[in-house]
């Protein structure tokens, strides 16, 4: 076990402002930062900053945590209208953000970019209260490009993100994910979800929304993947209703699920992935030394793409542009990994050196550090 930073010697508990919302994207390494610090000093106090937008008052509720909400400051990126309106919707949300920090004596903000960092940036830095950004994306946002010239204590997910001061560590995982052993748990994952063990399973998830693209790439090449004797674990998405395709006996199992709570089981029966390569999906899949086939979404300047890269350079995957995943592309690609086990053997291995399991314990001894510093002091 690690070693825990010493204690305090204010004789008030330490208190942490945590700034992380909008998107699962932020929201998710916020809260597995938390639950990480809460294990190594239940004492300390946490507090999450959200907004009314976006996700916050669904997501940080349900970890636990209470949850102080400020005005939303999205930034735009083009001279328009709300450019001009933009200073007055900050002050307004800066204020709102000190108020917090003041009432619950804040010793550290630990950032996650999105619309709440920047309001909760600005007043940890008009207070001196220090301030740690962790950055999951392969290109920074506004809000944490701004944090990293505010503070020395910056953390990213790799090393080729070019933030002033950044550490690479990876991105803070859940402990379901991180302590992961797929090959012992996956005949109780299979056999839970209804999947034979002695067949190759292909895992297809767009994300908690789906993603209709790679639906119907899947749909379309099912009787492929039947074919060629591979089983199917779909997880197709809220918002993307469908049914299993028809089964004649004796032949692969196509299972359909809308969503999953947790993915731990979905990664422990599978042996190759097809998705959206946003930060999250990257980092959980290489930690479980998953290979996939990663499809970018086509929008924020290629940012998911961004994010496979480094994973299909090492070997660890393959990346195929949205247009161009077709039901033919699947067939062929796809099919061809899941038949070669040597290949596929090879790819799992270079997608786990890919990968990091540790970030969230050593974002969370440092975050301990920074503030315990600054509640000795004040």
Known sequence: MRAVAAPNNSGRPTSIVIAGGHSAGHI????????????????????????VRGLDTTLI???????????????????????????GRV???????????????????????GYVAVPAYLAARSRNIPIVVHEANARAGVANRLAARLTTHVYTASASVPLAHAQPIGIPLRPAITALDRAAA???????????PDRPTLLVTGGSQGARRLNEAVLGAQRQFADAGIQVLHIAGSKNPMSA??????????????????????????????????AMTCAELTAVGLPAAYVPLPLRGGEQ???AEPIVAAGGGLLVADAECTPQWVASQVIG????????????AAASQAG???????????????AREHNTRS
Do not use: Q
């Open 28 to 51: 998710e390494p916020a809260m597995n930062v938390a639950d990480e610090i809460r294990r190594l000093d239940p004492a300390t106090v946490i507090t999450a900053l959200g907004t």
């Open 337 to 348: 990994v899941l038949s070669d086990p040597p290949r596929l053997s090879a790819m799992a």
């Open 61 to 87: 509720p349900a970890r636990g945590y209470p949850l102080e909400l400020i005005p939303p400051v999205p930034l735009p990126r083009t001279l328009s209208l709300e450019l001009l309106r933009t200073p």
């Open 186 to 196: 996956r005949p109780a994952a299979l056999a839970g979800f209804g999947l034979s």
């Open 305 to 307: 793409r961004l994010n």
């Open 91 to 113: 002050r307004a949300a800066v204020a709102a953000a000190g108020e917090v920090l003041d009432r619950v004596r804040a010793d550290v903000v630990v950032g996650f970019g």
């Open 245 to 278: 395709p028809a089964r004649a006996g004796g032949e692969p199992t196509y299972v359909v699920l809308p969503y999953l709570d947790t993915m731990a089981a979905a990664y422990a029966a599978a042996d190759f992935v097809l998705c959206r390569s946003g």
């Open 356 to 370: 990091a399991r540790g970030a969230g314990v050593v974002l969370a001894e440092k975050v301990l550090e920074v």
